[in-house]
């Protein structure tokens, strides 16, 4: 919202020694964002005179129509000059912003006297882009005041400074100079006298003409519905200078005095207008639904088919409009429209947010009436723009009619304490009574408070949103800064402390942690191959995302963190090891995918009770903790030392295997296959036989899919599951001081057997002595049957109180191999 100081002071006495600076830095202090404080004309320099053209030459042997005009700018500036000029849009007679030699207008451009055209131009007249004031270009600025060589740049506002605000969607009332000013008046302690309860002194109705007859369809769409009529308009009667300078400094075009009067109106108060053409309506003008189906040409020029859920205005012919939204082409004011009908309503906020969305057309309308509009406003305002539409373009009024439903003002109760326990800081009754007045609401009662909430303030539903108007009144600033004291025996719980001790253990590991948006999509789904049944399609849809490419909630970290990782090949990244600790949701099995959740909302000034607690752990989906990793490129970077090694599945395996031991926790790793990782080589992690995870290298099309090199490697783990299987603290390891004796083993068993089985036996057989069991080498080829493979493991053999015998060595060999041949067949090689 742009809002020109001088519009501001309009409606607040503010001492004419304040400037925009310091009315920005109060209002930020009270909550709004103001982003920039502007100067209208900042880029230019040098004179700006109000010149009348006395005549003008056609220039036709150009390829565009050029003119040659006579400009008087005063005797004090020269007189007469010559100026050569492409607009159309003015004549002998007007008054024009001339440029004179020397003058800087923004981007640097100097202006000079020229040759051009045939003729010496001594200087430019301007257009409102060449001077910065606006986009319009179409043509050069007509003044409808002033004097040949008065100083332009005070008629056209330069230098005037502009509040740039950015509106959140909670306050809507400061998507208007009222709303703003009411802020301004609090924070600077001065008396506001609120414009938007002012009716305008309208003269008494023509008698031979009527009001246009109105109605609503559908209460649930609109609670307020009123027209305006004025017969006998002028449709060329041009915007005074003073109306066009406001729309153009709040960043809205001139089209014609109509249409700019109720933008004029709608920046102002805060409430959206329309005018009909009151020529082209035909019987009762009703809001109310669309019928599906229904179609609409807009003032965009774009036809519409319309919904059942689409809030609409008609008459007799059909919709005539979006209601809250934008009109139709059928019903628009043109240049010879004299019957005006100005409509203005409160419509409900929630279907004109839904219609601008489906149709996907955002305006200064919809945007207020999404954030709630003033309900009692619409008389206000249409009698404000119905005055300034006769007092200049003339016509009869013909009166109002209206169709209202009863309304009831929203009460809140709280406690006169509530600001100061909520804030920490002292705010006594009268504080609190004082500032939620200025906000506009009534007060009553002494300990347990009674407020009236404005009907300009649709935002204030809860307690807590009153508590938030007192604080910030009373400056953000002021609330006392102090560390929260922790009660003795709390701190991080268990499962926080192994979380944390799972990150230190992957950034020490090398491997860099990133956060990505926990938001995905069905095709993250099939680029990582899941299929139709896989648990991760059971993904919850969110009712308001932010991308409609990405509508779900993750069932998986992986999507993150190769997008994360093809973002930094992209910016040169050659190597990459990136990983991440948070939640995934997947749907419980009673959950739909497209399912909704239901209007349980319990109330913020106290806890919910039990049974609302288990209603609401009922509609959430799991949400477990998962630990996952992306490997790109090298995991050892090449050197004077010797060349890089690229990442492999194993390593993938091993960062899963050191992540379970930092938590004292062992991960056996089986043979697997799960998508997205490649068939031959992926890993399953398990815990006590419960499946915890995989790792691997990824499907090469799953890394075509994500357009990033071949031969990437990654894991993901149920982390909360690990931390079930973890220890608080991890034993010590047994530190053995008698010799150890080392055996070699080599087993032949069938390809279809894992490692970790044998190894599993292995260390069975050769029981209580033996310290470790590592697999070595793999061989297949030559003296190992078809169908089988080699595997040799080390054993470390200890005594914790004696050197071991040559027949306990012997007996601890003999058992593992026992043990590997009972349990799955296999041989010892070589026998």
């Not at 305008?200 to 031979?208: H, I, N």
């Not at 003409?209 to 041009?238: H, K």
């Not at 590991?509 to 991760?536: E, I, K, M, N």
């Not at 040559?806 to 009972?822: D, K, S, V």
Request: with cysteine; net charge negative; charged share 25%.
């Amino acid at each position: 919202m742009r809002v020109p100081l001088e519009w501001l002071r309009d409606l607040v006495s503010l001492p004419p020694d304040v400037d925009g600076r310091e009315i920005a830095d109060r209002l930020i202090a009270a909550g709004l964002e103001v982003e920039a404080v502007e100067s209208v004309g900042a880029g230019v320099s040098g004179p700006l005179i109000v010149g009348r053209v006395l005549s003008i030459d056609e220039l036709a042997d150009f390829k565009k129509p050029i003119r040659w005009c006579q400009v008087d700018i005063g005797e004090a500036h020269g007189g007469v000059r010559g100026i050569v000029c492409g607009a159309r849009n003015f004549s002998s007679g007007d008054l024009v912003v001339v440029a004179l030699p020397g003058t800087v207008l923004p981007g640097d451009f100097v202006i000079a006297s020229r040759r051009t055209y045939g003729h010496v131009s001594d200087g430019m007249i301007c257009s409102q882009r060449e001077l910065g004031l606006g986009d319009d270009h179409d043509g050069i600025i007509v003044l409808d005041s002033g004097a040949v060589g008065d100083d332009a740049s005070a008629l056209l506002g330069m230098g005037e400074q502009i509040l740039d605000i950015a509106v959140t969607p909670d306050r809507g009332y400061a998507l208007c100079v009222r709303g703003v000013a009411r802020e301004v008046a609090t924070a600077f302690g001065l008396l506001f006298d609120d414009p938007g309860l002012q009716l305008a002194d309208l003269p008494p109705p023509g008698a031979s003409v009527a009001p246009w007859d109105c109605g609503v369809d559908d209460p649930s769409m609109c609670g307020l519905f009123t027209l305006r009529r004025i017969v006998g308009f002028d449709p060329t009667a041009p915007t005074p200078d003073w109306m066009s300078r406001r729309l153009i400094a709040a960043g809205m075009r001139p089209v014609s005095l109509a249409v700019d009067v109720t933008n004029y109106v709608m920046l102002e108060l805060g409430q959206p207008l329309h005018a009909f053409d009151g020529a082209k309506l035909t019987g009762s003008v009703r809001a109310g639904r669309a019928a599906a189906g229904e179609r609409l040409e807009t003032l965009d020029h774009v036809v519409r088919t319309l919904d059942a859920d689409d809030v609409v205005i008609r008459d007799d012919s059909g919709v005539i409009g979006l209601a809250g939204t934008m009109g139709g082409l059928h019903t628009e004011i043109d240049e010879r429209s004299t019957d005006v009908v100005l409509e203005a309503a409160r419509f409900t906020p929630e279907p004109v947010a839904r219609t601008a969305r489906r149709h996907r057309l955002s305006s200064e309308a919809s945007r207020r009436f999404e954030r709630g509009v003033d309900r009692v406003l619409a008389p206000y305002a249409s009698a404000r723009a119905a005055q300034l539409l006769l007092q200049y373009g003339g016509g009869i009024y013909a009166g109002m009619t209206a169709w209202e439903s009863p309304y009831v003002p929203t009460i809140i109760e709280i406690d006169a304490d509530l600001p100061a326990r909520t804030a920490g800081m002292p705010i006594d009754h009268a504080t609190t009574t004082a500032r939620l007045s200025e906000v506009g609401c009534a007060v009553a009662g002494d300990d347990r408070l009674s407020v009236t909430v404005p009907p300009w303030r649709p935002d204030l539903s809860d307690p807590a949103d009153l508590v938030e108007e007192v604080v910030r009144l009373e400056g953000y600033d002021n609330i006392p800064s102090r560390l929260p004291m922790a009660p003795a025996g709390y701190g991080l719980t268990r499962h926080q402390r192994l979380r944390r001790r799972a990150g230190i253990t992957l950034a020490g590991l090398g491997v860099v942690d990133v956060l990505t948006y926990p938001f995905t999509g069905h095709l993250d789904h099939d680029a990582l191959l899941l299929s139709a049944d896989d648990v991760r399609r059971r993904a919850p849809r969110l009712a308001n995302p932010l991308s409609d490419e990405q509508p779900l909630l993750r069932t998986t970290l992986l999507p993150g963190l190769l997008a994360a990782a093809r973002r930094n090949l992209s910016r040169g990244t050659d190597s990459i090891a990136v990983s991440e600790i948070g939640r995934v949701f997947v749907l419980r099995d009673h959950q739909q995918p497209d399912g909704t959740v239901g209007p349980l909302r319990p109330a913020v000034d106290g806890r919910p009770s039990d049974e609302e607690l288990d209603t609401l752990e009922d509609l959430l989906p799991d949400q477990p903790h998962h630990a996952a990793v992306v490997l790109v490129g090298d995991i050892e970077v090449g050197g004077w030392w010797g060349p890089g090694r690229p990442a492999t599945w194993s390593d993938a395996v091993e960062l899963a295997r050191d992540l379970g031991g930092a938590l004292g926790a062992t991960i056996i790793v089986r043979q697997g296959s799960d998508a997205p990782f490649h068939p031959g080589r992926t890993a399953a992690l398990e815990i006590a036989g419960r499946l915890i995870g995989h790792a691997g290298e990824l499907h090469p099309r799953v890394t075509a899919a994500y357009d990033l090199p071949p031969r990437v490697c990654a894991l993901e783990i149920d982390l909360d599951a690990l931390i079930e299987a973890a220890v608080d603290v991890a034993p010590a390891p047994n530190v053995g001081v008698q010799p150890v004796a080392k055996e070699d083993i080599a087993l032949v068993v069938a390809d279809s057997v894992s490692a970790a089985d044998v190894e599993a036996a292995v260390r069975a057989g050769a029981g209580e002595l033996c310290e470790d069991v590592r697999l070595f080498d793999v061989y297949v080829g030559p003296q190992v049957p078809e169908g089988h493979r080699s595997l040799a493991f080390a054993l470390r053999l200890r005594a914790a109180d004696r050197t071991l015998s040559a027949e306990e060595i012997t007996a601890a060999r003999e058992g593992a191999i026992a043990a590997a041949a009972g349990r799955h067949g296999a041989v010892l090689r070589g026998s």
